[in-house]
């Protein structure tokens, strides 16, 4: 099936560091477009990073300078490197994403979101 699949979060104490990755399941030839967006407990789900085709990113103002997000596209991986972590970190992250893939031969593409996955930071 095509999907993406997400790993990495855990609990970290303030000004650790984790590492997000995404992958896109077997099937999927290229991922185009990503981001990563997050959701705490009773708020809106929050854009936290985007990447272009061509590795242009964008960052939401609350994560600049400690983020990183970054692909590979021989992997059809995408990350996001997360340091000097904060308690408001404190979410489940979600990777998304456009995925192409063929059916019978036939190019489709279609955007899809990973399974989330629960990043907390506390002491």
């Known amino acids: 099936q095509v999907q993406l699949v997400e790993s990495g979060g855990g609990l970290v104490q303030p000004g650790g560091s984790l590492r997000l990755s995404c992958t896109a399941s077997?099937?999927?030839?290229?991922?185009?477009?990503m981001a990563w967006y997050r959701q705490a407990p009773e708020k809106q789900r929050e854009l936290v990073a985007s990447?272009?085709?061509?590795?242009?990113?964008n960052y939401v103002d609350s994560v600049k300078g400690r983020f990183t997000i970054s692909r590979d596209n021989a992997k059809n991986t995408v990350y996001l490197q997360m340091n000097s972590l904060k308690p408001e970190d404190t979410a489940v992250y979600y990777c998304?994403?456009?995925?192409?893939?063929?059916?019978?031969?036939?190019?489709?593409?279609?955007?899809?979101w990973g399974q989330g996955t629960q990043v907390t930071v506390s002491s």
């Open positions: 998304n994403g456009d995925l192409a893939f063929l059916i019978e031969g036939h190019r489709q593409e279609d955007n899809y």
């Open positions: 077997r099937g999927v030839f290229s991922i185009n477009a």
């Open positions: 990447i272009t085709t061509r590795g242009n990113a």
